[in-house]
């Protein structure tokens, strides 16, 4: 297969009077095929004719297959690494990117010619840029692996969080001459950490709760049995009443907490009956469950018509209007003219719902405070403090998100939130049910 072209070669050199190198294979005389390095140079007498050629030659073939050796683990690492579903990537000593596999194409958007040198650091997030410099240039002194956590730019502008990981490869007097490694992706893990820390906290909540807010009445009904005793044996009878009276509005109060905290545990763990429901008539059913308090507070209650079709769990779909239309009743002040106005904007998943009052207003320092378990900003007030706690599970439980709205005291307050699964299918039925 060489023998013609390296022919060719030396007629070229001989017309041209010139020299050359050249690799080829030859074969030894015991039949054993070898690669040889040469050199010629073609030598010229005095009118300029070429007389002779002299050169050497050099055995190379462990050269040529360490090459090849080099070149089939190449080519072993670009499929193993395109293969796998993490993003691959190499740099060499300094940082200078020499390699990243289809996955950081196909996440980041940008080509692999981008890519190349300090074009790695393009998807970084500014924020984590520095530290990912700096977890570098640590294990850089310590000629050691390293980990980190950090940001990358999705193709659509998104950011996610990954882990990234990285390997030196050093040579025979212990330098670095390379770095390999991969970046995996985390968001998941991430968001399953948040939401662990809410449940943690959630769960010092219920802590909380049964050490203090279900020992309150039992307190309560215990002082009161004492003096229910005294008074039994004094025979005062408005006494007894009294201490009758007491027991029985902190059995009462004990009641409503188990009730509501029962109703609370039960979202998302106990499923009931999905149905497609039209939005107004699950308002409807709601202000049927607190037309006490909106009758005895004179609420005038007005609602957009709007026609938008649910799909859940009505009892669960309900509860988020009834505790908010209960609140905004309860929590009116001295407001002669008590109004509440519940709406829809949007469409689809992207649906906002609200429900604004003209109330005693809430103090921006609390607007998170208030979805929190047990929290009660007006202890005088009727209520567990479970009503908002209950509404914010229902809606994350429905894909969604809650925020209160009020510029503060007396100033009413306004509550938005979406519920995106409750039309997943909703949108594939129609709104013609």
């Known amino acids: 297969e060489d023998r013609e072209r ?85 740099t060499r000593a300094d940082g200078w990117n020499i390699y990243f596999n289809q996955q950081w194409v196909d996440y980041t958007g940008l080509s692999l010619e981008e890519s190349h040198g300090q ?69 998941d893990i991430k968001l399953n950490e948040a939401k ?69 545990t039960r979202v998302g763990r106990v499923r009931q009956k999905l149905v497609f429901a039209q939005w107004r008539d699950v308002v409807d059913e709601a202000l049927g469950m607190v037309a006490g308090v909106i009758a005895s507070r004179n609420v005038h209650v007005d609602i957009d018509d709007a026609r938008v079709l649910l799909h859940g769990e009505r009892e669960r779909l309900v509860q988020i209007w009834q505790n908010l239309l209960d609140n905004a009743a309860k929590f009116g002040g001295d407001q002669a003219d008590l109004r509440v106005h519940i709406g829809v904007e949007g469409q689809g998943t992207a649906t906002i719902f609200f429900v604004c009052d003209n109330g005693i207003g809430i103090d921006p320092r609390y607007h998170e405070k208030i979805f929190l ?11 567990t403090g479970l009503g908002l706690a209950l509404v914010k599970r229902v809606v994350e439980f429905y894909g969604g998100t809650i925020k209160v709205e009020s510029r503060g005291l007396g100033f009413g307050a306004c509550f938005r939130f979406t519920l995106p699964k409750a039309f997943e299918n909703a949108e594939a039925k129609g709104d013609d049910t």
């Open 6 to 90: 390296v022919y060719l070669l030396f007629q070229s050199v001989v017309a041209e009077k010139s020299e050359c190198d050249f690799e080829c294979r030859i074969f030894r005389v015991d039949g054993l095929q070898r690669w040889i390095w040469g050199h010629g140079k073609i030598f010229s007498n005095s009118t300029g004719d070429a007389v002779k050629m002299l050169g050497m030659v050099l055995d190379i073939t462990a050269r040529k297959q360490l090459e090849e050796a080099l070149v089939d683990r190449e080519k072993e690492f670009r499929s193993l690494a395109e293969s796998m579903p993490q993003i691959v990537w190499a």
């Open 119 to 187: 074009g790695w650091n393009k998807p970084f997030h500014p924020d984590d840029l520095k530290r990912a410099w700096d977890a570098w240039q640590n294990a850089v002194h310590n000629r050691g692996s390293y980990a980190m956590e950090c940001r990358l730019r999705r193709v659509d502008g998104i950011y996610r969080w990954w882990l990234i990981r990285g390997v030196p490869a050093l040579d025979e007097g212990g330098n670095i001459v390379k770095w390999f490694g991969t970046c995996t992706d985390i968001e």
């Open 196 to 264: 662990l820390r809410e449940k943690n906290i959630e769960l010092e909540r219920f802590t909380y709760m049964i050490s203090h807010d279900l020992k309150s009445p039992l307190v309560t009904i215990g002082t009161f049995l004492n003096y229910l005793e005294q008074d039994l044996a004094k025979s005062d009878v408005d006494l007894v009443a009294k201490d009758m009276h007491y027991i029985a509005k902190a059995a009462e109060k004990m009641g409503r907490m188990l009730t509501e905290l029962f109703e609370f």
């Open 373 to 383: 378990l047990f929290e009660r900003l007006d202890t005088s007030a009727p209520g």
